[in-house]
């Protein structure tokens, strides 16, 4: 992809796109960054070898478009009350309203979440990475500026159930990562209502476990379940692979289950007790199928004939399984660290 010239340009544009509005100080300025990073991410969603591609950036560019044209109302209505300003006034409460839904619909957010797993769903890995991470970061950081505290408890609060319950039967890996994503916007959401510095590390710490899980199901194309689970793969590549989803959920002894802790203290300090008892209990569901899965990869045999053992013609890189090692060994490191300093 990056050999191409005309991808390359549209990455660029996608990268400016996010850094415009991240930058801009009003409001049609983070507009202007947004259409930006959306038409210069369907071209790179667009892939021959997938007849889905074509189909879901149809869905991502009317979902978009939608939000988009919402938001550059809500513009326009605050241009006309002479106030562009990313503090809106008490009495701009549904303006705010709108503004906070348009933001929450580009992101993919319960319970505007309906095309996130759609669009997931037609995408090669790396574009469902991008999807699940770069492409967050510009509507995170305006609905920081101007969020409701009990708009976006309630979305908390479907983010999470939504991305716990949706997740329980799938055997598709890329909404399985989907529905993954929406329960973690919810905590993104809530480490946001602390502190900005919360969700950053929150945020880099997501985007680093989805590498590592995406960078190995990407060599070794595995899209589903049943091609996880296959004994063509090595035991590593399964070790791997079904330990950093146990990471990605929050599993104690795993580098994904840092910055839950940090979160989970932080708003029992805050005294959010009722919230972040709620989260916890539906997250421990998005637990449940990471194990379930995980345990009949580990532990349940597949019959499989002979011949089959060397259909997976890729060698076994050791060099990709760096972040997936780092992922399952990372909270014993900063544990050493921490008290050597």
Not at 221 to 229: K, V, W
Not at 298 to 317: D, G, I
């Amino acid at each position: 992809m990056f050999f191409n010239p005309s991808k390359t340009l549209f990455i660029i544009t996608l990268i400016s796109g996010t850094l415009i509005t991240i930058s801009s100080n009003s409001w049609l300025g983070a507009w202007m960054g947004l259409e930006i990073n959306l038409l210069s991410f369907i071209p790179l969603m667009t892939n021959s070898n997938n007849l889905m591609s074509t189909e879901a950036s149809l869905k991502y560019f009317l979902t978009q478009a939608l939000a988009s044209s919402i938001l550059l109302f809500s513009v326009i209505l605050l241009t006309m009350t002479n106030c562009i300003i990313f503090s809106f006034p008490e009495s701009n409460t549904i303006m705010n309203l709108m503004v906070n839904s348009t933001l929450l619909l580009k992101m993919g957010a319960a319970p505007f979440h309906f095309w996130f797993p759609g669009v997931m769903e037609g995408l090669s890995w790396m574009n469902a990475f991008t999807l699940m991470t770069w492409q967050k970061i510009a509507p995170l950081m305006l609905i920081s500026y101007c969020f409701i505290n009990n708009f976006i408890t309630y979305v908390i609060l479907f983010s999470v159930i939504i991305g716990s319950l949706g997740g329980l039967n799938q055997t598709s890996l890329r909404k399985l990562m989907a529905y993954s994503s929406i329960n973690h916007i919810g905590w993104m959401l809530a480490a946001m209502i602390i502190s900005e510095n919360y969700l950053i590390i929150y945020f880099s710490l997501y985007v680093f476990l989805s590498f590592s899980i995406i960078l190995l199901m990407n060599f070794y194309n595995i899209f589903h379940l049943s091609q996880a689970f296959s004994n063509s793969n090595s035991p590593i590549i399964k070790f791997c692979l079904f330990t950093s989803l146990l990471s990605l959920g929050g599993l104690p002894p795993f580098l994904g289950f840092m910055p839950k802790w940090a979160i989970i203290q932080i708003l029992i300090e805050n005294n959010q007790l009722v919230l972040i008892t709620t989260i916890v209990i539906l997250t421990l569901i998005t637990l449940y199928f990471y194990l379930r899965i995980s345990y009949s990869a580990f532990m349940l045999a597949n019959a499989e004939p002979n011949w089959t053992f060397n259909l997976n013609n890729r060698k076994l890189n050791y060099f990709i399984l760096i972040p997936s090692a780092i992922s399952i060994t990372g909270l014993f490191l900063i544990t050493l660290i921490f008290n050597m300093f």
